[in-house]
């Protein structure tokens, strides 16, 4: 076994000194991603920036070769705990500095570094009039690398998929140095195992991604926005499906419960219908001739069942105005309690009212303040299970196990666009079964069979 | 654990780590480096706390990385004021021993209020022995390579004033007929030594709208740069003395000309003051703290003499935009110049990388923040960039300069002073 310095040594005559951490304060700082789980109490060797692929494929068959783990990551967004050293015998292999963006409008792709930010991909398809559609809500701060590594989602997904929709290739580092290139810009391409889909979704277990090619579609002319309000959450959970399958397809359709509403009014008092037992945020794109009748047919469907408020922005800062209450929800919950847990599970979308009836239940048996905002339109809800002491993020944490299992009971699943990471690997023989996690894990076995890279995610211990 | 790191902790607990202060920060977005981002350094805050890093000479450098523009501290979600913790990390810091000495024997020099005077006021002198004027004229470069303070033979730092504000006009200067308002004037360092031309056109913009203006005896440096690298008690000294020269005044307001000065003035000083007489007599003082342009339009500028037939840009200075919550009065005031074009840059707010002795311990990294600043400015094809902060002039205007630009970087003030006929 490499020591320590020998390590380091090593990376370095691979990228240079000045492209790698050692210091222990800067590591520190690698021992955790977003959201409040406790950092991994191992310190990696060193965290290395490299620049090109060919930089990433030494570095990888140095580690493979010495049985050093690899944890990739570019801006530690993940919120499942995705991107963090399992042992000290870890290095951290940031994609950051590998983070070119080439938009091809001519063959509607974008070729992306995995290091780029989402939002700037999006700028820059924009100005080609093109559109890369998946919009988590991390999209101005977290990394395409990341968005592909767990096909993230987002509030368009509901109109335009998530990120797998638009993964048309690969570059692939594979633990054994190897580089390979899986799928490209063709819009058609059935020629071996889809491995494209399969590196997608994989959370750095699989291999390491150097450059992504990303579809585009053409940026719709216009857009609006409309709020309505439900007296009872129950008939708005009704009016997702019943408005999916009216014929309309929203870009977005976020629902926010009353707990929600009120904190977020509380917070920045835009006039919402605080006696809502919850409301949805919706909002519909496409040719301007059709966003009126498209309106019109959301109201019908809504009035049928009982809303009591219907709000169709007619400015630009109307807007701005109906989004400022999805985009406050944050910080309007970080007053509600001193912490929270999250999570993303899914139902099928006739489901959702049963999905949220059951939040409430669970939390009222275990005696915690619950509450829930969601991309209503695929299904995919975000429950928060507050908390204010350690006793009581125990319970919170047994609130949300169970109420997992009774996401998994309805058909649905535990993670639906954060990924599995390490938090919710608990579930996933419950939700996959047995045989499949093995089927899973084989696949694992054969392209990485020193189990080097980012070991612990997904599957825990089993790997 | 010290009760106060303690305190600091449960403050840096509130943050849920999801990533939002990443990419606005201006250090962080050239780095990378976790440890640069606000959410690093409020995690080793909380590590310092629990003991899994120690205060060492490390720590202090990834302290010292931010420009304290308070970008992150506008965006969080959770409500964590980012820059208060940072300022705490650096005190806490310093007082385990960790301030470099030549901050030390600076801040030293700064605290003796009559000495620095007397070195500021001759600044010029000296500076001539050690810099030359640069060629095509908007300050000086160095003779010899000064490495260690950035002062790298290209940077172009700007003249200290051959006479200093005192020097240039009187204790009290009296507008023709009753006057509108009786102010206090707080120029700060820099607009008394360095930029003093522009302290003495805030001050002609000020009488001309009919307001008499006083420079008290025994004001001091605000105390930014010490309490920015840690140096609390020092900066403790320059506040209070500020305040007892400012507050007994019976002035109907305190206008600053800097940015950095007046956030100070208007608001740091509540973390600094440790006497609770003078705290007493600060929180009476804090809110007739005003930016020159927040005033004059509070007040009812007159209307302007002459015509600027430029076209002019404004760069938000972090500490009046974010500090002071002053960005739309001075566009009020500069769009509202005759015969003057008024163009944005794309990202008007974002610092420009000066963050005062940052620029000189972090050239490099100070430079990199700057060149996405100046191709923002120059992108706008201005003939000037207005701004109402010393430090940001001094910076933009070395960044323009060695970009081969002839932009002119102005105060606020002297564009102002222009249409006034000054």
Excluded at chain 1, 157 to 178: N, R
Excluded at chain 1, 283 to 288: K, S
Excluded at chain 1, 300 to 307: A, Y
Aim: positive net charge; aromatic residues 6%; contains cysteine.
């Amino acid at each position: 076994m490499l020591s320590k310095d020998e390590v380091r040594a090593a990376v370095a005559s691979i990228v240079g000194e000045k492209n790698l951490l050692t210091g222990h304060e800067d590591l520190t700082c690698y021992t955790y991603n977003a959201g409040g789980a406790a950092p991994s109490p191992h310190i990696p060797i060193l965290a290395v920036f490299p620049s090109t692929a060919e930089e990433v494929s030494s570095i990888v068959k140095l580690c493979n070769s010495n049985g050093i783990s690899i944890v990739p990551r570019s801006q530690g967004s993940g919120l499942s705990v995705n991107a963090i050293p399992e042992s000290d015998n870890s290095i951290i292999l940031s994609m950051q500095r590998i983070n070119s963006i080439v938009i091809d409008p001519e063959t509607l792709t974008a070729v992306v570094g995995p290091g780029a930010i989402t939002a700037d991909i999006k700028k820059a398809a924009a100005k080609h009039r093109l559109m890369y559609p998946p919009d988590p809500a991390s999209f101005t701060f977290s990394s395409i690398g990341g968005n592909v590594a767990t096909d993230a989602g987002g509030l368009q997904c509901v109109k335009y998929g998530t990120t797998k929709s638009y993964v048309s290739g690969l570059q692939v580092v594979l633990a054994s140095g190897e580089v390979i290139r899986a799928g490209g810009k063709c819009i058609k391409d059935v020629t071996g195992y889809n491995l494209t889909q399969l590196f997608t979704g994989s959370e750095g277990t699989l291999g390491v991604i150097t450059e992504i090619i990303l579809k585009l579609i053409p940026l719709p002319q216009a857009k609006r926005a409309i709020r309505v309000a439900f007296g009872e959450i129950e008939n708005a959970a009704k009016a997702v499906s019943a408005i999916m399958t009216s014929g309309v397809v929203p870009s977005i359709m976020e629902f926010q419960e009353q707990t929600l509403i009120r904190a977020v009014e509380d917070y920045t008092h835009a006039g919402l219908p605080v006696n809502a037992g919850a409301m949805l945020l919706i909002e519909v794109d496409g040719d301007v001739s059709t966003l009126k009748p498209q309106a019109e047919s959301i109201r019908r469907v809504c009035e049928q069942l009982g809303m009591i408020d219907f709000h169709v922005a007619e400015t630009s800062e109307e807007a701005e105005q109906l989004w400022v209450a999805r985009r406050s929800g944050l910080p309007a919950l970080a007053r509600v309690a001193k912490g929270r847990l999250g999570g993303d599970p899914a139902v099928p979308i006739n489901k959702l009212a049963q999905a949220v009836h059951t939040l409430f239940e669970v939390g009222k048996k275990h005696g915690i303040k619950v509450s829930c905002q969601g991309h209503a339109g695929d299904g995919n809800i975000h429950p928060h299970f507050f908390f204010n002491s350690d006793e009581e993020k125990k319970t919170a944490a047994k609130a949300r196990s169970e109420f997992h299992y009774e996401i998994i009971k309805m058909g649905g699943t535990v993670s639906a666009e954060h990924g599995v990471g390490r938090e919710k690997s608990p579930y996933i023989t419950t939700q996959l079964g047995e045989a499949q996690v093995a089927a899973m894990l084989a696949i694992k076995k054969a392209l990485d069979p020193n189990n080097i890279l980012n070991p612990g995610c997904i599957f825990g211990g089993q790997a | 654990m010290s009760e106060a790191l303690e305190e600091l902790k449960a403050a840096a607990l509130k943050c849920t780590r999801c990533g939002q202060c990443l990419t606005i920060c201006p250090v962080y977005g050239k780095t990378h480096e976790e440890s640069n981002s606000s959410r690093g350094k409020l995690f080793l805050l909380r590590s310092l706390a629990e003991g899994t890093v120690a205060p060492t000479e490390e720590m202090m450098e990834l302290a010292s990385r931010c420009t304290l523009c308070m970008r992150c501290k506008a965006i969080c979600p959770s409500g964590v004021d980012t820059t208060k913790l940072i300022l705490a990390l650096r005190r806490y810091l310093q007082e385990q021993g960790r301030l470099p000495l030549g901050k030390k024997i600076a801040f030293a020099a700064i605290t003796k209020g009559r000495l620095f005077d007397a070195a500021m006021s001759h600044g010029g002198f000296f500076q001539s022995l050690l810099f030359k004027k640069s060629e095509d004229g908007p300050g000086k470069v160095a003779r010899l390579p000064i490495p260690a303070a950035g002062l790298n033979m290209r940077r172009v730092i700007p003249a200290f004033a051959a006479r200093p504000l005192r020097k240039m006009v009187p204790a009290v200067s009296r507008p023709q007929g009753t006057p509108r308002a009786r102010v206090a004037f707080f120029p700060g360092c820099m607009l008394s030594y360095v930029y003093a031309e522009a302290g003495k056109a805030l001050i002609d913009v000020l009488t001309a709208n009919g307001v008499e203006v006083c420079l008290p005896e025994q004001m001091q440096c605000c105390g930014t740069p010490l309490f920015a690298s840690g140096d609390f008690a020092g900066a403790d000294m320059l506040a209070a003395a500020n305040v007892r020269a400012l507050a007994g005044g019976g002035f109907d307001a305190v206008i600053t000309g800097c940015a950095t000065c007046g956030s100070a003035l208007a608001q740091e000083y509540g973390t600094v003051l440790r006497s609770d007489a003078v705290r007493g007599a600060w929180e009476g003082m804090k809110n007739t703290v005003f930016d020159i342009s927040d005033f004059l339009l509070r007040l009812g500028p007159k209307p302007y003499s002459y015509a600027v037939p430029l076209t002019a840009t404004y760069h938000d200075a972090c500490h009046l935009v974010r500090g002071m919550g002053v960005s739309k009065q001075p566009r009020s005031l500069i769009r509202a110049i005759p015969g003057l074009r008024f163009t944005e840059m794309g990202k008007p707010d974002v610092c420009c990388g000066c963050a005062g002795s940052f620029s000189a311990t972090h050239y490099g990294l100070s430079r990199q923040i700057l060149a996405d600043k100046v191709d923002d400015i120059m992108g706008t094809g201005a003939d000037i960039v207005a701004t109402g902060c010393s430090a940001c002039k001094m910076q933009i205007t070395d960044g323009l300069a060695q970009a081969g630009s002839r932009v002119r970087v102005l105060h606020t003030a002297e564009l102002l002073a222009r249409a006034y006929g000054l």
